[in-house]
């Protein structure tokens, strides 16, 4: 009777753990959907930016325009140098200003996690993306417990106190230390820009701006793939 007693203990126990490991997946699947559906809109607005911008300048000449023949400059690669500086500047500045809006959100109570997911500068740094993951994860955990434990069962409340360590301190932290980074590197870029700029202001600044659009239509565009592929993965996990 005892063996039968036994047996059924861990027959139990290994039904609990199967079905908690199958609701886990399905809230990871379920957060990564919500992601996935964020980034997805703002590829969207990117591409729409993108082509409202192609068509209100398509008449208009650009920077690879010849305005009369024998009179093109050999300075291309000056030239090209001197836009990819700008368009990384802004970028970085864009990136930094998207970070602070967030940290600002944050000390209103309101961390936004989605947010991160369509800053690129995010995707190179892996401090703050490894701990944007451990709390996607560890918020799956905690939403699968409660489906058979309360707020009062100890890991409960363990994990309760690491998604709280999570958001309020380790999260802040790696996202000042990324802002801090961004706004040095743009500043050390503005100044090899300023050095250059003088002889290029009078150009116009339409493909500065047309390669930022395909820049960040690119940039997220990654974003949503890789974001595909780990739901992607999760589902067929479950």
């Known amino acids: 009777r005892l063996t039968t007693t036994m047996n059924a203990l861990i027959n139990q126990y290994v039904d609990v ?7 886990n997946l399905a809230e990871l699947s379920s957060i990564l959907a919500q992601q996935l559906d964020t980034v997805g809109k703002q590829l969207k607005d990117a591409e729409s930016q993108l082509q409202g911008f192609k068509v209100q300048t398509i008449t ?7 305005i009369s023949p024998g009179t093109e400059q050999t300075t291309g690669t000056v030239i090209t140098r001197y836009f990819q ?3 990384q500047a802004e970028d970085l500045k864009r990136d930094r200003e998207a970070l602070q809006a967030v940290m ?9 996690i989605d947010a991160y997911q369509t800053i690129p500068s995010v995707r190179n740094a892996p401090d703050l993306q490894g701990a944007l993951k ?10 699968t417990m409660r489906y058979r434990y309360t707020d009062s069962y ?7 106190e690491k998604i709280k360590e999570i958001r309020d301190q380790s999260i802040p932290a790696y996202t000042n230390a990324l ?23 009078q150009m116009p600044a339409r493909s500065i701006y047309e390669q930022r659009y395909q820049r960040e239509v690119a940039s997220i565009a990654a ?3 890789d974001l595909q592929k780990r739901y992607e993965s999760a589902r067929l996990a479950e």
Do not use: M
């Open 85 to 87: 500086q700008k368009i």
């Open 223 to 225: 974003i949503y793939n």
């Open 17 to 23: 753990a199967a079905e908690l490991k199958r609701r």
């Open 179 to 201: 802002i801090a980074a961004l706004n040095q590197q743009e500043s050390t870029i503005r100044g090899l820009v300023n050095q250059s700029s003088k002889d290029l202001e």
């Open 104 to 112: 600002a959100r944050a000390k209103a109570g309101d961390l936004a």
């Open 60 to 66: 208009k000449p650009s920077e690879g325009t010849v």
């Open 154 to 160: 100890k890991p409960v409340q363990d994990l309760q």
């Open 134 to 143: 451990e709390l996607s994860q560890a918020e799956a955990d905690l939403r």
